[in-house]
Structures are given as C-alpha cells and as structure tokens.
C-alpha cells in the first residue's frame, strides 16, 4: 500500500489527478471551496473532501494534511489563488521543484530561461515607442485573458490602451500569426527521461466564435474585442514531423532548467506555442506543472498509448513517479 496520501485543490484538473492517483492505489484527498464540491462527489475520485470557507483557510488545514502524510499536486488554480509566495511558504510536501516557480512567475527570469534553451520567443517591446510591427497586450492577474488586445502600430497602440486608464501592468509582445499548440511533457528526474504526453489547443471565449461571423457582420455589429478567456481543451495530434523538435526543445528547456534552478525541473511541464505558416514554433510562455490542457486525455493519449500498455494521463504519470519514489526511498528528491 502506498505510503503517501494524494491532495490537491478541487479545481482545473483536479479530477484527472485524483483519477490518476486512485489507479495508481493511492489514496486522495479533495480539497474544496464551499460550494464547488459537486464535481468531486458526483466523479467517485476523491476518498476525503475537505471543505474550507476560502484559499487564506489552506493553512488552517495544512497540519491535518501533513499528519495525514498528504503530498499537493500543484495546478494553476491552486498557484493563482494562492499566490506563489505564500506556496513557497508551505510546510506540506509539494510535488514539484519550488525554485521554478519564481523563474516561471516572472516574465523577465522566464524569458531568460526560455531564450537560453534556445527557444524562439516573441520579440517583447519594453516601450510604445519601439513598437514596429503587430501585437498582443496582454494584462496581468486574473482576467484570464479579457481585455487584451492587438495593435497595428504605435498610434493604434495608444488609442486602444486608453480605454484601460486603470491598467499598468500589461507586456507588449509581437503578434505571431499562426496556430496555437500547446505541448504536454513528462519529466522523470528518478529515470532522467523526457515523455512527450500529449498536445492540446485551448477553446477561447470569444476569439474561437470570430472566425463564425464574417467580417461584413462583425463591422455591422457593436464594437467586438477579442478576449481570450478559456472555457475548454481541445485534443490535437501533431504532425508528425514536428515530433523531433518539439522533444528537442522539451530536453534543451530541462537542460537549462538545472543550471538555473537546482535540481531543475521535472515531473509535467507545458510550452505553450505558435506556429507559423513557415513551420517556426515560436513559445510564448512555460507551465512548470500540470496544466488543463491534458484533461482531454484522463484515458490517455495517443502518445500515451505509444509508450504505456495502460491509460497513463498526466495525473496517473505524476502518481507513478510518486509510487516509484517511494519504492526507491527517493520521495525526498521530488517532494520539495
Ligand atoms: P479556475 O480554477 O478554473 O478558476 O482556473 C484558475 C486558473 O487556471 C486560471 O487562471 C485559468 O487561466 C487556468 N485554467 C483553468 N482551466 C484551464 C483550462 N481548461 N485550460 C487552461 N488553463 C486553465
Ligand atoms: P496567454 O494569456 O498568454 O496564455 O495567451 C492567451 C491567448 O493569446 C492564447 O490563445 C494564445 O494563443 C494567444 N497569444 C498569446 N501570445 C501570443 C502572441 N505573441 N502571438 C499571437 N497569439 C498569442
């Protein structure tokens, strides 16, 4: 029987997670704000579901989870709400190297991350001044993609930025045309081997509607503003002739991550990219943990299904890596 008891926050891909562990023989804790329980009653993935009032109550919970010998599985809800530096802070044992999350949280260390694995970016202009071809403005915080938007040039820039007088907190970053792909990788810091899992795009409200009006309606209809908001994933098989680059740079991004950040990266880890008509791949950001756009696959993949004789999601992988720490006495190397 497995040691380790798996938790994580009832949100983003919490179910593939706690399915992912329970097939693993682990037993899950499911931790819920009130009110958002019902997912976790009505899929049977969860074995406790602890229920707190709001994210400032983790705390209050933490001692009961470490006397339960409860590892967190980190996701983008539970780092959004909690802030990474309060999840810094955390005494409980996190799936997952800390260190990282300072690199991936700052765009500036991230690019410098990104750029050094030599991974193509899109050009950043630090000021109005020096925009000289598209781009995106994209805001920080929650707004999970609302508000941003795309400018010709220097003028539209300026005209646009002004119907958000109270945003200061915003990059300005080339517009690559092209398709979005996100990557889903696996690393094993126990078997030093790199898995590519699977590939996502993601279903934007309302950006993925445009494309249904024409452009006669869209002039004809009330001001539209893109907004990016996500709402779903969508499965994607690559081409397969892309394959070698994208493990290519999924192994220099790994290598790079242990120069910056001892031990470096490893279990899960997304390149969210572009490409373009010339077949550039050009990543506009890193997750370094699980990220949604795997939940199409809680059955696995196509990729999964090349390398494993059993649904192997994201989730499952991550509580495999636990179960063969354990087995190997080597929990101290992944839980940080
Ligand atoms: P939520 O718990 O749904 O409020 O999401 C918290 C954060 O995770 C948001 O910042 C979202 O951008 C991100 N997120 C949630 N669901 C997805 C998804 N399906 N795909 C990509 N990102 C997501
Ligand atoms: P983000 O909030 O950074 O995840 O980006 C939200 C959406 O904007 C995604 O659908 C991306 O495909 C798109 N996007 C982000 N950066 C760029 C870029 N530099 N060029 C074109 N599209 C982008």
């Known amino acids: ?162 119907l958000h007088p109270n945003e200061n907190d915003y990059v300005i970053q080339e517009y690559i045309m092209g398709v979005p792909m996100y990557v889903h990788y696996f690393y094993s810091s126990i078997t030093g081997e790199l898995e590519i899992l699977s590939f996502d795009k993601r279903y934007e409200s309302n950006v993925d509607s445009l494309g249904r009006v024409s452009a006669r309606d869209q002039i004809a209809l009330p001001r539209i503003d893109p907004s990016y908001v996500i709402v779903g994933n969508l499965p994607i098989v690559v081409r397969e002739s892309l394959l070698p680059r994208f493990i290519e740079m999924g192994e220099n991004t790994i290598k790079e991550s242990k120069e910056i950040a001892s031990p470096g990266l490893f279990g899960p880890f997304c390149l969210e990219c572009i490409i373009t008509p010339d077949q550039e791949i050009y990543v506009f950001e890193i997750s370094a943990r699980i990220v949604a756009g795997t939940n199409p696959y809680t059955h696995g993949s196509p990729y999964s299904y090349l390398k494993y004789d059993e649904p192997m999601s994201t989730g499952r992988r991550i509580a495999r890596e636990i179960k063969i720490a354990e087995k190997q006495n080597k929990t101290k190397e992944i839980f940080h």
Not at 4 to 9: M, W, Y
Not at 20 to 49: L, R
Not at 128 to 153: E, M, N, Q
């Open 1 to 162: 029987m497995a040691k380790h008891k798996i938790a994580t926050i009832g949100s983003h891909s919490a179910l593939q997670i706690l399915k992912g562990a329970k097939d693993e023989g682990f037993e899950t804790i499911c931790i819920c704000i009130k009110g958002k329980e019902k997912p976790y009653k009505m899929f049977p993935v969860a074995d406790n579901i602890i229920t707190i009032d709001s994210y400032d109550d983790f705390f209050k919970i933490e001692d009961q989870l470490v006397k339960e010998n409860a590892v967190i599985i980190p996701h983008a809800s539970f780092i959004a709400y909690m802030g990474h530096e309060k999840v810094e802070q955390m005494k409980l044992p996190y799936f997952g190297n800390k260190k990282i999350l300072h690199w991936e949280s700052d765009r500036k260390m991230e690019r410098q991350w990104l750029t050094k694995a030599g991974l193509l970016m899109p050009k950043i202009f630090e000021s109005p001044d020096d925009i000289d071809r598209p781009v995106i403005v994209k805001f920080h915080g929650a707004h999970g993609g609302a508000g941003y938007f795309l400018a010709k040039h220097k003028k539209d820039f300026n005209k646009k930025i002004k």
